[in-house]
């Protein structure tokens, strides 16, 4: 070997192993020490950095786990149940049972039902419409169409009818991580409890308007009128500002409520069809 | 076009909140005859103003109606029977040149009969006639710019009542302590320019000055750097650089409240549009509905697409016609459905052309931007609680992207989490 | 009746300019140029120009709507904009192979995978043209000389440009006096009676397109202005201090790439800045480098990259180069 290649070899070397040297102080010097089930945790967890614990990223909410004591109140929506039981075997914690949700749009404004008295040009962005004015219908509270809760999901989960002109939540993607719930400035899109077979019922208008001016801006609206309030049995019903609720936890799916609505305002979806009664009030759409 | 004096309505809604500021509280119930000129709402709190019936006749009903800024508001229907007056209004049309109120009495009396600015922003006027303590005015500018194109109630109200208007800015003058007022007016007026300049001869201290043809000279800031050099400080008033400014419709008001006791209870209303076919300037009750005026203007042409409240940069399109006109009314303008739609969004290709319109020195392409993705401290940290809302960004993109839209949507957000900020 | 109304955020009125009135009026700055072109090099400048507009949109247009599935969008003009400019880079004897590749990574490479117009962070045409002149050195540097409208296309006959004769001469020690000899005078190359890319051989057409553009505020004086001053400047006081070893400043306003750098190349929207004070720093930047590669860099060229190199600075400069803002900073609680 000649001399310049020899010394070329030292050189490096001599550069390679002043390099790794310095790497070496440098990482243990400004080394963080961490909790190592940090890591652990976040392993387990789906990784999505969705947001849907209320943490600003999965490794946020590993943190947070693995400082408290018990798990109530944190919950991954995303990984739910067989998440959430990884992370407390790696704990050593109690896994808290905790609800499975699913989000639910509580507007049935279609052009159909809802006629439309104006025409909107402006960007097509929900904030921006509700900002302008009460929208295209006479109902200043339903669904705008533009599709802000579509854009911000991140798991597919929703797309736009271009039909009904409302948004289409996807029951089987979607993981309740309540995106959507944020992006949408009227409130429309809630998070209900998730039933086996994805069975919904739900009051499909956010209208707080009093009867008269609901109904005429709105065929299927809420009139508040009360009569949904009075034949639940269970008492899952409530009245407010001209609107009724009905709290997913305590509703026990009887659909005595979607009979008693004069609109048809309240929804019953992935039922199976009733036998057909001659006086029997509009049956309501049951979605795929 | 001369002014036409439309006759009273039928019925007339007037909204309890024409001006910024708390709504007026109603001081009439169902059932009610009132009289033309008396009050029927009072101010609420220091920044509000009164309101005036503009017929005479029964109160039908006091409920919330859909106003033209397309938000429901609470508002007194009144059925109109005749048309008359309260005492003490002077009605005749005569000039009463001299000004015998003091200062305090002059503020007291715009306060009394609800004089708001009426260039668009409804500021009530007293309160900007006031110099508050720690500060001075050196100057009163009026402006008789009427940038926005189609419109032309100012210009028609200083050909032809153009003593009245000036007398109203001597009383301006006097409320304020200045000895100064210059009229701001944009070269495309030059027979309302002659008009005044010859006019304000009689008068100590007027002087107009003709200003280039340039959107939105007509935004106090940029209306003060024209006429006087000065620059209003971001996030100031013009108090800051010791000018108070003044449209000519408010200093015509105050013309006929101080001398004649007269309310703010009717407005010169521009109605316009390319297939209109009588487009006019008319002087219309307070509470008319904008069906009225299209009417008189000879009726909703039938390709309308659009129908604009205000000017093309800066007013607000109506759902519907049914509204009421305001004390902010300045114009209608309806528009054929092929100038209705928006053209199609391009993608935006960095020219910066929005960056030169932008008359506060703003970058719309940044701001659209940060507002479109959420990105609310940036938008802070660029300034956008200072864009006026004038829309020339907007207007020139050649891509035809929404910029305006989303800084709009931006700016109140900003500005709400401001609020929030600071009540903590 | 129309039954229901049109109801959108204001304002209710656009101007008169739309991207694509904005890249038409380009093209039709580019027609002197052009013209000048099929004068002096005849049908190989035709063939050339049409092939690579052509392929442009093509590119653009099958990008669009078979791999992206997109709405597609050749009809704004940009990409018959980067086709012409490409062509204009390029020697008017370059096969069509070589052209269709320069389209494909101008439109394919440059533009379409940053996302499309307004996306790109360089000249789509510079970076075609750059490509080509590293892939394909000998045929992207032999110039057919200025020989009228003949029928020659890929036979005609070559030779060095101005700059290229200058700048060999000078690394081999030649003085310029001796080299101006061999070159045609300033007035000839005003006219464009030179060898040379097609688009940068006839500076009065040049000027002429970018006098209009201005006049139609299509550009602004900024870019055009400063990097041609500059260049005069740098090399006025290079050739003041050694008239013998560096060549005059008109000399170098007048070849190689500039003027249509200057006017065409430099002042494309989406890769300049969007501030007058930024596009004045952007044009001294890319006159400053342009010298330097000149004189004592290894090609006799350097408009190309210099724009490139600035291209790079444009998103520090839109950042940190911000319009007067209106009224000065006021403490408000």
Known sequence: MSSTVLLTIIMLSLLGLLSAVILYIVAQKFKVIEDPRIDLVTEVLP?????????????????????????????????????????????????????????????????????RTSFYDGAVNCRVAHNLYGGTTSCHYGCLGCGDCVTACQFNAMY???????????????????????????????????????????????????????????????????????ICPYEAITMTDNLAFIDSFKCKLCRKCVAECPTGAI???????KEEKPSEPAVAEINE | MPVVVLPVPASVTIPVSQHIGAPAVPAVAKGDV???????????????????????????????????????????????????????IDRSTDLVRKVTLSREQIVERCLQCGIVGLGGATFPTNIKMTVPAGKTC??????????????????????EKGEEVLTGASIIMKALGVTKAVIGIEANKPDAIINLAELSKNFDGITVQPLKVRYPQGGEKQLIKACTGREVPSGGLPLDVNIVVQNVGTAFAVYEAVQKNKPLIERVVTVTGKKVKEPGNFMVRIGTPVTKLIEAAGGMPDDTGKIVNGGPMMGKALALTDVPVTKGTSGIILFPEEESRREEIMPCIRCGKCSSACAMGLEPWLLSVAAEKTMYEKAEAEKITDCMECGACAYTCPARRPLLDYIRLGKATVMRKIRERNTK | ????????????????????????????????????????????????????????????????????????????????????????????????????????????????????????????????????????????????????????????????????????????GESVSALMDKIPSHLQMFYGYMGGSMGEVAAAALILGGLYMIWKKIITWHIPVTILLTVALFTGILWFADPDKFADPIFHILTGGLML?????????????????????????????????????AYPEGVSFAILIMNAFVPLLNLYIKPRRFGKEVKHG
């Open chain 1, 160 to 230: 736009m009818d271009p039909v009904t002109q409302l948004p289409v939540i996807i029951d089987d993607k979607c993981v309740a991580c309540g995106a959507c719930v944020k992006a949408c400035p009227r409130n429309i899109i809630e998070l209900r409890k998730r039933n086996r077979k994805d069975r919904k019922i739900y009051v499909s208008c956010v209208n707080k308007d009093k009867g008269g001016p609901a109904r005429k801006a709105c065929n299927v609206a809420c009139i508040g009128c009360g009569k949904c309030v009075k």
């Open chain 1, 47 to 115: 990784g999505a950095n969705c947001g849907g614990c209320g943490f600003t990223g999965c490794r946020a909410f590993a943190e947070t786990l693995v400082k408290s004591e018990s798990f109530e109140g944190l919950n991954c929506p995303v990984g739910g149940a067989e998440t959430m039981g990884k992370a407390a075997l790696i704990l050593d914690r109690q896994p808290v049972a905790v609800e499975p949700k699913v989000a639910v749009l509580r507007c049935n404004g279609t052009p159909a039902n809802c006629t």
């Open chain 2, 34 to 88: 009132v009289k033309t000129g008396q009050v029927i709402a009072t101010a609420k709190g220091f920044v509000s103003a009164n309101i005036h019936s503009s017929v005479s006749g029964k109160v039908s009903k006091i409920e919330p109606v859909i106003d033209t800024t397309g938000y429901k508001q609470m508002a007194v229907v009144i059925d109109v029977e005749g048309d008359e007056w309260i005492e003490g």
């Open chain 2, 138 to 159: 050196d100057m009163l500018i009026i402006n008789g710019v009427e940038c926005e194109p189609y419109l032309t109630s100012d210009h028609r109200l200083m050909i």
């Open chain 3, 261 to 297: 750098g200057a006017f065409f190349m430099a002042t494309d929207y989406v890769t300049s800045p969007m501030t007058p004070k930024g596009m004045v720093i952007y044009g001294v930047g890319i006159g400053v480098i342009t010298v330097l590669i000149r004189t004592w860099g």
């Open chain 1, 267 to 273: 929804l019953e979806i992935n039922f199976p069809v």
């Open chain 3, 1 to 172: 009746m129309n039954n229901i109304l049109n109801v959108s955020p204001s304002p209710h009125q656009a101007g008169s300019e739309t991207t694509r009135k904005l890249m038409y009026g380009v093209v039709f700055a580019l027609v002197p140029a052009m013209a000048a072109s099929v004068y002096y090099f005849g049908l190989g400048a035709i063939i050339v120009t049409l092939t690579s507009v052509i392929s442009c949109v093509a590119v653009e247009y099958l990008v669009q709507k078979f791999i992206l599935k997109t709405k597609t969008s050749v009809s704004d003009g940009s990409a018959i904009v980067t086709g012409l400019l490409l062509a204009f880079n390029v020697p008017s004897n370059l096969p069509l192979y070589i052209i269709i590749i320069g389209a494909i990574i101008s439109v394919g490479v440059a533009k379409m995978t940053f996302g499309g117009l307004g996306n790109n962070p360089f000249n789509p045409a510079l970076v075609g043209r750059v490509f080509l002149l590293i892939s394909f050195p000998v045929k992207m540097t032999s110039w057919p000389v200025p020989s009228g409208f003949k029928t020659g296309y890929l036979d005609a006959v070559t030779g060095a440009t101005p700059l290229g004769i200058m700048g060999e001469g000078l690394k081999n």
